[in-house]
Each structure stands twice: as structure tokens, then as C-alpha cells.
């Protein structure tokens, strides 16, 4: 890992950021050309830009654009937040998923369908409660890990231990309330659990990126104490960084965007822990060029993600997160293997 | 170095500090001189490290206080604080892949903020403390490829780049071999003398510390046992009552500073 990031100089980061970036507005391009139907390059710009025919701007701007902005919006947030923990952790192998609060708002999506469905198995109030119902649960469980691990909490390894047990317990009540539940609320919290980027229309979109923005702004502001956080504590705060606090607000901060990445897309796996990995490897060690990177990377991974199960599975809507999970569970034991031989 | 920072000096005066239940230092008070060496000795678990964790705020005292000229350091900021007193961790630790000149940035910390981004004036400090230290052509190092005695320069680099008056190191040689201890004390020596900081040392060596301090401080029981210069202090009857140790103190015939040869501890039944 050292060995690759030495041999690029910190002047390449904009340079490869200008590639991401590129790279993303392409495969959003594609993201929305591609589909049941196909729709030329041209005229999907044309559409964006307002001018395009009817049907055209009903299968763009309606079905096919939302699922590509909120795809890479959750992509984005999960990697932001996956990069701020690996940082902050000083581990690479920290990622969202580990702070129990995916897990939490699972429940929260389990709970919300088995108490609002009656007994012809169909919900009495509307499904657009559903992320709702997400965040409350990651909020439950992020503010169970912190009130449980209490004085702990400004220790890394001690916050992320709690957070692997909630993320348990949690996942544990879930899949007991599935099994027991009726096949509706099962297969619908199958695809929260999964991850899926359909079925979203502007409002929501709204919503989340209302929610991200300040969250991604605190991130920037935050990313400014990051390098001496690299140090142990008391050097850290040798150099006047108080570095209990600053770990339980940057916990506090990657919680809230992946609560606000998973609300409506549910909980897509490996993002937060390949994108800011890949990041890091590609932009070097500065921090900003580690986030905006991460967040880049991030958006391309889910929106790829989302063209492959469309072009690939159409016309089954197969969540998108079962592509990063398919992908990312090799990386993640890659990662695992590697740091094995290092550590001897 | 500005002329108002000339006027800082530290006093501990009645300092208190547990660990829980635990009491480690007992109403404690003494001065630190600026522009000295003060090294802190003592048996292990004597609270010669908890004082200087103490003097640089990373304790909170259960009674008394620690004043740097008139101020009361709990009334300071964490930068203004990080400005004003460096220290050298005990066993500092850093990324394997970080630069050598990225760490030595990071003693700039203190002096930036959201509206005061990396100046010439950071620039200058960096390659004041790089070239101070002989890390200079170390620059684009990662530190992981460094042996241990460049690394601990590198670190002593990064606390100067502080450019700090008070400058507090804790154990600083304990895992150097002989040359780089008295390397790296030699360049703590330098650096008193050349930047005229007040160093604070904690150090484990008598011999050592009887050579690098002015002021020598010797702590037991989480008291001063006794303090003055190492000629003042470097008594056998002082070194039994305090270590335990019976030895014999000769003069050091090369650096005309005293030696300390331990003999015996006081319980051992062994003859010398």
C-alpha cells in the first residue's frame, strides 16, 4: 500500500480527482441511456437541458435520473462516511457497516413494516415513512453504542467493539421479526436490507441531499484536525488537538451520513469500506483529496452498480447492493490477506 | 522566539493528582527555570511522568494548579496551550506511510486555523526545526523506512517546529542504544542552548540525567524528595535515601560532572 501511494506525488491528486469526476458524469450519462429502452447520449443530454420529447423526458427526468442522482448521493455519503472512520480509527478496514448503525436502521425498517401492516399483510399508513423509520433506528443504535460504551467511547477500538455488538443484536432481532413475519413485510425489508436504488422520485432526492449537504460541509471543516489525528493521543494533544473529543464528534458526524446515505436506499454493503481504500491508494494522504475522492468513488461504485443489475437482470429489479456485496466481500478479505502478511 | 515569551517561566504550586482512588502526587510545588534543562528522576511509579503529563495538561489535577508565568494553564485553550508548551510522547506513534516532513508539519498545528491556513512564517519554523535537528535531507522519508534513532530526531524536530518556550520530553531515550542516547541528549542540549527554550526532561538514567541536567529534580512517593543542582543532589547519602541504592558517587574525570556507581540496593542481603 505504502509502496503505491509513495510513487504519486500529492500534485497528481487534482489530477486524478479531474479523472473521477470525469468518470462519474460519463457513467451517469450511461446510467441514464441505458434501460429497458435505450436513449441515445445526445438526446439524454438534450432532455437535461430541457429540450427533449415527451416520452423521452418521462423516462429520463421520472424513472431513470432519480436512481442514478440518489445512487450516487448514498454511494457518496457511505464513502465519505467510511473515509472519516478509517482516519480516524487509523485502521483501513473500518468502514459504516461497523458502527451498528446500518443494522439499527434495518430494524428500524422491520420494525416500522410489522407495526403498520394489518392483517391482509398490506402497511396502514404510506411507505414513504419507511426511511423514517431508518433513521430513527440508526439513531437508536448509534446513540445505544455511545451511551453504552460511555467513557470508552473516545477509544477507537472500544467504540467499535460496541458497535459490532449492537450491529449484532440488531441484525439478530431482524431476522427473527422476518421469519416470523408475514411474506410482504419480508421480501420489502429484504430489499431495504439488500440495498436498492429504484423506486425513488425527486422529493426524496430532496430530502437527502438537504440532510448530506451539511453533513459533507462538516466533513470538509472536520478533515482540517485529521492529520494530527494520525498521531497517538497524547502527541496529538502535545500539538493541541484534543483527540478523545475530536474521535466521538467525527464517530458522531460518519453516523449521520450514513444514516442519511441508507435511508432510502437501504443498506448497501462495502461502499464505505472499497471506495475510501481506492481513494486513498489513488489521491495519496491528503485528507481533502482523500474525501472528495472517496465521495467520488463511492458515487461511481453504486451507480455502476445499479447499471450492471439493470442491464444485466432487467426486467427483475435486483437490488444494487447485491453487486458491491458481490464484489466487495473479495475485496474486503484481499485486504484482510494483505494486512495478514504485514503484520507477519 | 518573541521577547514577551522571555518572561515565561513554570511554577507547580500544591499540585494534587490521583488516578481514581490512586493519590500519585501530593501537593507538589516546584519552579521550573526557564531557559534550563530541569530533569525529573526518581524510583519507578514515583510520578515523575504523571508530573509532566500534569505540567502539560494532560492530567486534571484534584487539587492546586500549574501556572505558566501568571497564567493558570486551565484556563487555556488547547492551541494556545500547544503553543506555549511542547512535549515528546513517551512512545509517540505515526502512520508507517507518512513523510517525515509531514510530521514535522503537524507541530505547525497549534499555530493555523480555519482563517490562518500554512504561512511563510510555518514554512520558516519547519525548516528552522528540520535543519535544527539534521533531519533536512530525511525530508521525503516515510517513516517507516527510518531506523529508531532518526525517527526519534524526526520527532524532536516536530516539537521544535512548535517553537514552543517550554519544550517537555518524557523518557525520550528509552529505546535508544548507548550513541543515540547521547545523541539525542546532545541535541536537546543544543537546542536549549542555540533556541534558548526551558526543557523539562523525564529520564530514567541517573548518570545520564546528573550529565544533561542544570536543575535536577528527584521524586518519590509522589513528593520532591529533593532538588538543586546534580552536584547538590548526587550525594550517596541522597541517592540510598531516595532509590533505595547504596553506591558511590565519584566525579566524572571527563566531563567533571558527579557519577553515580551503584553498589548494592539497601535490602539486598547479597555482599557487594
Known amino acids: 500500500m505504502s509502496g503505491l501511494t509513495s510513487n504519486l506525488a500529492p500534485a497528481r491528486a487534482p489530477m486524478v480527482l479531474a479523472i473521477m469526476a470525469l468518470a462519474f458524469v460519463l457513467l451517469a450519462l450511461s446510467g441514464v441511456a441505458f434501460g429497458s429502452t435505450w436513449i441515445p447520449l445526445d438526446q439524454v443530454t438534450r432532455v437535461i437541458l430541457g429540450a427533449g420529447e415527451k416520452t423521452q423526458n418521462l423516462i429520463v427526468l421520472q424513472l431513470r435520473l432519480p436512481r442514478v442522482v440518489i445512487a450516487a448521493l448514498a454511494g457518496g455519503g457511505m464513502a465519505a462516511a467510511g473515509f472519516l472512520l478509517q482516519k480516524i480509527t487509523r485502521n483501513s478496514l473500518a468502514s459504516p457497516g461497523v458502527l451498528g448503525v446500518i443494522d439499527g436502521a434495518a430494524l428500524g425498517v422491520v420494525i416500522f413494516l410489522a407495526l403498520l401492516s394489518n392483517e391482509s399483510n398490506s402497511l396502514v399508513t404510506s411507505i414513504a415513512y419507511q426511511p423514517v423509520a431508518a433513521t430513527l433506528g440508526a439513531l437508536a443504535a448509534i446513540s445505544l453504542v455511545f451511551i453504552l460504551s460511555g467513557r470508552q467511547a473516545s477509544s477507537a477500538i472500544r467504540l467499535l467493539l460496541f458497535g459490532i455488538a449492537i450491529a449484532a443484536v440488531a441484525k439478530a432481532v431482524t431476522i427473527v421479526m422476518m421469519l416470523i413475519g408475514p411474506i410482504y413485510r419480508t421480501s420489502q425489508a429484504a430489499r431495504w436490507i439488500a440495498g436498492a436504488v429504484n423506486e425513488i422520485n425527486w422529493s426524496e432526492i430532496q430530502v437527502t441531499a438537504l440532510a448530506m449537504l451539511p453533513l459533507l460541509l462538516l466533513a470538509l471543516i472536520a478533515a482540517r484536525k485529521l492529520p494530527p489525528a494520525d498521531l497517538d493521543e497524547v502527541s496529538a494533544r502535545g500539538v493541541g488537538l484534543d483527540l478523545p473529543a475530536f474521535r466521538v464528534l467525527v464517530f458522531a458526524l460518519a453516523a449521520a451520513l450514513t444514516s442519511v446515505s441508507v435511508a432510502f436506499v437501504g443498506g448497501v454493503g462495502f461502499i464505505g469500506l472499497m471506495a475510501p481504500h481506492l481513494a486513498r491508494l489513488l489521491v495519496g494522504r491528503n485528507v481533502y483529496a482523500g474525501l472528495v475522492g472517496s465521495f467520488l468513488l463511492g458515487a461511481i461504485m453504486l451507480v455502476a452498480a445499479d447499471l450492471i443489475v439493470r442491464v444485466a437482470f432487467a426486467p427483475i429489479e435486483v437490488p444494487a447492493g447485491t453487486v458491491t456485496a458481490v464484489i466487495g466481500a473479495p475485496y474486503f478479505l484481499f485486504l484482510l490477506m494483505g494486512r495478514q502478511r504485514h503484520d507477519g | ?272
Open chain 2, 1 to 272: 522566539m518573541t521577547d514577551s515569551a522571555m518572561d515565561h517561566r513554570i511554577s507547580v504550586d500544591n499540585l494534587s493528582l490521583a488516578y481514581g482512588a490512586v493519590s500519585v502526587l501530593n501537593a507538589l510545588s516546584l519552579p521550573i527555570l526557564k531557559g534550563k534543562i530541569t530533569v525529573l528522576a526518581g524510583p519507578n511509579g514515583c510520578g515523575k511522568s504523571t508530573l509532566l503529563r500534569a505540567i502539560r495538561r494532560l492530567h486534571r489535577p484534584s487539587g492546586g494548579q500549574v501556572r505558566l508565568g501568571d497564567v493558570d494553564i486551565s484556563t487555556l485553550n488547547d492551541r494556545m496551550l500547544a503553543r506555549q508548551i511542547g512535549l515528546l510522547a513517551q512512545s509517540p506513534s505515526a502512520p508507517d506511510d507518512m513523510t517525515v516532513e509531514e510530521l514535522v508539519r503537524l507541530g505547525r498545528y497549534p499555530h493555523q486555523s480555519m482563517m490562518q491556513p500554512w504561512s511563510a512564517d510555518d514554512a520558516a519554523a519547519l525548516d528552522r526545526a528540520m535543519a535544527g535537528t539534521g533531519v533536512d535531507h530525511l525530508r521525503k522519508r516515510r517513516l517507516g523506512s527510518l531506523s529508531g534513532g532518526q525517527l526519534q530526531r524526526v520527532w524532536i524536530a516536530m516539537v521544535l517546529a512548535q517553537e514552543t518556550d517550554v519544550v517537555c520530553l518524557d523518557e525520550p531515550v528509552n529505546h535508544l542504544d548507548m550513541a543515540h542516547q547521547l545523541d539525542c541528549l546532545d541535541l536537546v542540549r543544543q537546542l536549549n542552548a542555540d533556541f534558548g527554550r526551558t526543557v523539562v526532561l523525564v529520564l530514567h538514567d541517573l548518570n545520564l540525567a546528573a550529565r544533561y541536567a542544570d536543575r535536577l529534580v528527584f521524586l518519590r512517593d509522589g513528593a520532591i524528595a529533593a532538588s538543586g543542582t546534580p552536584e547538590e543532589l548526587m550525594t550517596e547519602a541522597t541517592i540510598a535515601r531516595v532509590f533505595d541504592v547504596q553506591s558511590m558517587v565519584i566525579t566524572d574525570p571527563v566531563h567533571g560532572r558527579p557519577l553515580c556507581i551503584p553498589l548494592r540496593t539497601q535490602s539486598s542481603t547479597i555482599p557487594a
